[in-house]
């Protein structure tokens, strides 16, 4: 059993950065895949990144170039930072945690995933 917490979310104008953090116990992250999804009022839930256990990165197109998933396995830690974010980015943020045996894998939809925090608000003003 793996317990995520995100932290890190807030009120920020467009343009500006934001870094969140996903705290986890219960278990070493360095075992998953890990992911980050959003979900605005609305919408469906859907990816914005993912790290593999060897650290490959991918992402939506929507967020390449501006956004960065990162891993520090020694203290259990994943963080997306987002930078020249977009009213669009407005979303609720969660953090998943994928059990795969496989080292190289990257996990892009939400059903891959095992465990999930309770997420942490972005706001994005105009």
């Known amino acids: 059993q793996v317990h995520l917490v995100e932290s890190g979310g807030g009120l920020v104008q467009a343009g500006g950065s934001l870094r969140l953090s996903c705290a986890a116990s219960?278990?070493?992250?360095?075992?998953?895949?890990m992911g980050w999804f959003r979900q605005a009022p609305g919408k469906e839930r859907e990816f914005v990144a993912t790290?593999?256990?060897?650290?490959?990165?991918d992402y939506a197109d929507s967020v390449k170039g501006r956004f960065s998933i990162s891993r520090d396995n020694a203290n259990n830690m994943v963080y997306l930072q987002m930078n020249s974010l977009r009213p669009e980015d407005t979303a609720v943020y969660y953090c998943?945690?994928?059990?795969?045996?496989?080292?190289?894998?990257?996990?892009?939809?939400?059903?891959?995933?095992?465990?999930w925090g309770q997420g942490t608000q972005v706001t994005v003003s105009s």
């Open positions: 998943a945690a994928d059990i795969s045996r496989l080292y190289g894998r990257m996990s892009y939809g939400a059903s891959d995933y095992d465990y």
């Open positions: 790290i593999s256990r060897g650290g490959s990165t």
């Open positions: 219960g278990r070493t992250l360095s075992n998953y895949v």
